[in-house]
């Protein structure tokens, strides 16, 4: 099983989020657009995870407490920069996400998962590049959204997901729920 720890954006940001997508994806072939229903903000990246071990991850993350905060989702951008972009995506401010993923961290590194080596920089990806690189007409174009406030959100629950791959590209089920 592909697995992530993730949390879900409102319905009203994803949809201003996918009508950036919708204003920008006509001027670029080189980059491929995340689907509207799968936008999600990615706290811990698992990897491939066998089922059995699935308790255990359970275990580990339902012991988590942790204050509700609030997200506000503001401007676009390119990593790893705009010379060779290859994500597009939304920014955000949120003070104490990055200390929520260390937490997460923390608590999965005894089951076997390593700890993130680059620091944590909370975003939402909207496209990657389909090969190398993203054209500069994507970046010209997203230049109008660099200070755009898109809304904010009270996060108080953070989720399991499974990911499956498919041709036309991925799926992502939701598999747990845990209220901060």
């Known amino acids: 099983m592909r697995l ?8 009203e940001l994803r949809e201003q989020l996918a009508q950036v997508q919708r204003e920008l994806e006509p001027l670029t ?11 999600h903000i990615t706290l811990k990246f698992l990897g491939e995870v066998p089922e059995k071990q699935l308790e255990a991850i359970h275990t580990a ?13 503001r401007g676009v951008g390119f990593f790893p920069g705009n010379r060779s972009p ?18 997460l961290d923390t608590r999965l590194e005894p089951l076997g998962f390593e700890t993130e080596k680059r620091a944590f920089r909370p975003h939402i990806t909207l496209a990657r590049a389909r090969n190398s690189t993203i ?10 959204y660099v200070e755009r406030a898109f809304g904010s959100f009270t996060v108080d ?10 041709p036309s590209g991925a799926v992502y089920h939701r598999l747990k729920e845990y209220v901060l």
């Open 4 to 11: 992530f720890i993730a949390v879900d954006l409102p319905n």
């Open 157 to 166: 629950r953070i989720y399991l997901f499974q990911s499956v791959l498919k």
């Open 135 to 144: 054209d500069s007409s994507l970046g010209t174009a997203a230049s109008r």
């Open 86 to 103: 290859r994500v597009f995506w939304a920014g955000m401010e949120a003070p104490t996400m990055q200390s929520l993923a260390e937490a």
């Open 61 to 73: 993350l339902t012991g988590l407490t942790w204050k509700a905060f609030t997200i506000t989702v």
């Open 29 to 39: 072939r080189t980059a491929r657009w995340v689907a509207p229903a799968s936008i």
